[in-house]
């Protein structure tokens, strides 16, 4: 394999047998990682571990006031009226009825978990108990507490209201990537589960802090296990440390075995009762009779029999029994069957009010919202999608109070973390979309599946918050019964590289497998071999199964590792500008809309933008054109209407130019390029303009993702490489594509490379291959030079 470096600004072209030894170019290339090897003298934190701006070591302080200060303070703002007012608003809240138990349970032991339902006031209340009953104690100077949120944006709006509830006394902050918002008198700090990992990695051991409390455990996110084996070892070394795991009534069992036997607080809900209406129900309300039966697996005449006679029994008609029989037997997702569930409820109810309909996707919101809009036509109401892709704005919509109705289908954030008053009846479509990682082929895929019963009980008591409620569930009582109890945990079905470099950077003398098999739910041996295997071809780690300096940097960078390489290759050889573009993109939601109706003019907008035989540069140039309309002073209607007509998602936009910042704070972290730079600085991007060049960083990043392309003209040429055998005359009529490992695999139609008119080289590089049909590539650029 032929791979370029650059030596002083001029291409030279060597022979490799392997991927390049990025750690030698590195050493090589920068003059001033003279401290890459280990952690600089004066500072506590090894090199390379990003501290964010703004972020002390430390947990909130407040020893520049006495404890007497402090309880005055405190005490002078209880008396203050529109504290009053907000106390009484809070005591309504079930967790103020859990206060005493909680404060107690939390003196006598070291952990405490307390699980109650979302919206009884575990985030906002429990933080502020601890705190409230430190400052009456006269220990206030003592209180320092973290409380991790497994989302930047619930960090940020969470603190905003502890804030309010505490008149923006200055005593609650928050703190993000990038961002961070505390003072001296900070005592409650709320940050994502990343910035206390990035502490703890940085070999801080949170002496400072009293309290760390680990919020939405139950998610089981790889990185909220992670803190928790984390925070298990700190227990060892921190003796005054108490640790609080707040929880939904999902799986609490689990943890309380994890930390020996820790105490349990039940908080009782004061749901309002929910009535359950399953597809048998709905179906015989709604008399929905699709006109034809649906495509489905084949049933035994008994098995159909039987059906028959269960669903006769409970006095269904044979009409509605032929409905359910075909909604059961097909996979999609019926829209008109939820439409008509909506337009039941709305023709039926005394009062408008909201109705939640849970989906699996952000398509799947579009398509239902296409069904359901026209029904609405002349009527009062509102309907909004809600999905973690949309910005702050608009997820805010819907939360103001509505006089009509209020219709708003999402995916499962509204199941815990996103609490909306109003709503009265709730839709639920029972799928979910799940990343399952295979690690003996190294294929993930995206999997639509049942809800399990966790998430469908969360569900469900989204409709009784305010008022008693209805739950219109799309399975059979039957169909639930086969439903898992609870979701598979993240870090069994997801890619380990990421975890196992970071385990590897914060604890080096440590064995990465072992340490990981003392998880909660220990990932699988094979998954971890794959991702160490991964490392290693990447360079993260040598042979011996060291860390490399190339390593500890890809682990400070916030981002896909193979994207962290092709960041750190852009410093080295000068091409900042259009590199952060292109990480920041494969980083995030697609930049082109592709609507169902508008396919193929969405594809034709795109093509236009086509450049370099490569998908990452093409949506490079689209988000430079977009963003020079700005320079050249062109007002936000101009930007608008300009992505509008080029189906760009000014959502995507918005994030890839928050991404770029990021890496850029993080770069200048680390010491990579000078913290005073702006990513234009010409020294950083003297090869910017050079297309050759930027291929050649994104094959160094992506490698080894590469993919041979047989066309019609060159097969012989390859055969012969191959096998060693000149091979009969190629008479294929179309291009192959075949992955280094995985033999035949597809582009995706989606790609600017579809197509074989557009080939001129033999390889291609690509960022992302998942399996559906067959193995798709995603994101491709085709590679220059030969074999
Ligand atoms: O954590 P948990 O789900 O148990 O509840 P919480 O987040 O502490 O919320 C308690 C109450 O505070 C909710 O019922 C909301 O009405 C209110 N809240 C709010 O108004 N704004 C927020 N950003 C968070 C909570
Ligand atoms: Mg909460």
């Not at 320092?144 to 940020?156: D, E, G, K, Y």
């Not at 009409?319 to 999609?332: E, F």
């Not at 091409?575 to 193929?600: E, G, Q, Y």
């Amino acid at each position: 394999m032929a791979v370029m470096r650059v030596l002083e600004g001029e291409w030279a072209i060597i022979e490799d047998n392997g991927p390049p030894d990025m750690s030698s170019v590195l050493a090589h290339f920068i003059p001033e990682t003279q401290n890459i090897e280990g952690p600089a003298s004066d500072s506590p934190v090894p090199f390379g571990v990003p501290r964010n701006r703004g972020e002390r070591q430390g947990g909130p302080r407040c020893d520049k006031f006495s404890d007497k200060q402090i309880r005055e303070e405190f005490e002078t703002m209880c008396r203050q009226d529109k504290y009053a007012e907000m106390l009484a608003m809070r005591k309504k809240l079930p967790a103020f009825a859990a206060k005493e138990d909680f404060l107690r349970q939390l003196e006598k032991n070291r952990v405490v978990v307390v699980v109650g339902e979302t919206g009884c006031g575990k985030t906002t209340q429990l933080p502020q108990f601890i705190l409230d009953a430190l400052i009456e104690s006269d220990k206030g100077s003592t209180a320092s507490i973290l409380v991790t949120q497994p989302r930047r944006i619930s960090a940020i709006s969470v603190a905003s209201r502890v804030s309010a509830e505490r008149l923006e006394d200055g005593s609650v902050g928050y703190a993000i990537r990038g961002e961070s918002k505390r003072t001296d008198k900070t005592k409650l700090l709320f940050c994502t589960t990343g910035v206390v990992l990035r502490r703890l990695g940085s070999g801080d051991i949170l002496r400072g802090v009293s309290h760390v409390m680990v919020d939405e455990v139950h998610e089981r996110s790889v990185d909220g296990d992670f803190l928790l084996l984390e925070l298990k070892e700190l227990l060892k070394k921190h003796p005054s440390l108490k640790i609080i795991l707040m929880s939904a009534t999902i799986n609490h069992e689990t943890f309380i075995k994890y930390f020996n036997d820790a105490p349990l607080l039940t908080i009782p809900g004061f749901a309002h009762p929910v009535t359950d209406k399953y597809l048998e129900d709905a179906i015989s309300l709604i008399k929905y009779h699709p006109s034809a039966p649906r495509a489905g697996k084949k049933k035994t005449d008994n098995a159909m029999k039987a059906f028959w006679d269960e669903y006769k029994s409970l006095g269904l008609d044979d009409a509605s029994i032929t409905a359910l029989h075909n909604i059961t037997r097909s996979d999609g997702i019926d829209y008109h069957l939820i439409a008509a569930i909506v337009n039941h409820i709305a023709s039926t109810a005394e009062k408008c009010g909201g109705i939640l309909i849970f989906l699996p996707g952000v398509q799947e919101i579009r398509q239902c919202i296409d069904v359901i809009r026209p029904l609405f036509a002349g009527r009062k109401a509102d309907i909004f999608p809600l999905h973690a892709n949309l910005s702050s704005e608009e997820q805010r919509r819907v939360f103001v109070k509505t006089p009509g109705w209020k219709i708003i289908a999402t995916t499962n954030v509204a199941e815990t973390s996103i609490t909306i008053d109003d709503v009265i009846y709730v839709v639920d479509a029972g799928k979910v979309k799940e990343t399952q990682y295979d690690p003996d082929t190294g294929l993930s895929r995206l999997v639509e599946q049942w809800v399990t019963h966790a998430a469908a009980r969360q569900r469900r008591g989204r409709a009784g918050r305010t008022q008693p409620g209805v739950c219109y569930k799309l399975y059979t009582r039957k169909q639930e019964l086969n439903m898992a109890k609870f979701p598979v945990p993240e870090i069994l079905r997801v890619p380990l590289e990421s975890i196992s470099l970071t385990v590897k950077v914060m604890r080096e003398e440590e064995d990465v497998k072992l340490f990981l098999s003392r998880a909660i739910d220990p990932p699988k041996v094979a998954a971890m071999e794959r991702a160490w295997s991964i490392l290693q071809e990447l360079g993260a780690v040598d042979e011996a199964g060291r860390l490399t300096p190339l390593g500890r940097h890809m682990s400070a960078l916030p981002v896909d590792l193979r994207l962290a390489k092709m960041l750190i290759l852009a410093t080295v050889f000068q091409c900042l500008n259009p590199v952060l573009t292109i990480v920041a993109t494969l980083s995030s939601k697609p930049l082109f809309l592709s609507p169902m109706d508008k396919r193929d003019e969405a594809a034709q907008a795109r093509a236009r933008f086509s450049t370099g035989g490569s998908d990452l540069l093409t949506d490079l140039r689209a988000y430079d054109e977009c963003h020079g309309l700005r320079s050249k002073g062109q007002g936000q209607a101009a930007i608008r209407s300009f992505c509008e007509q080029n189906f760009i998602s000014t959502t995507t936009i918005r994030d890839i130019t928050t991404l770029r910042n990021d890496f850029v704070l993080s770069l200048a972290d680390m010491g990579f390029i000078p913290l005073s730079s702006t990513p234009s600085t010409s020294a950083l991007n003297k090869n910017s303009e050079n297309l050759n060049l930027i291929k050649a960083v994104i094959l160094g990043g992506l490698w080894p993702h590469v993919a041979r392309v047989h066309l019609p003209s060159n097969r012989i040429k390859f055969d012969k490489v191959q096998a060693g055998t000149i091979q009969r005359e190629n008479t294929a009529k179309e291009y192959k594509i075949f992955d280094l490992r995985e033999g035949r695999v597809f582009l995706h139609p989606g790609s600017v490379l579809f197509g074989e008119a557009v080939w001129k080289s033999p390889f291609l590089v690509y960022f992302h291959k998942y399996l559906s049909s067959k193995v798709f590539l995603r994101d491709a650029t085709e590679v220059c030079g030969g074999i």
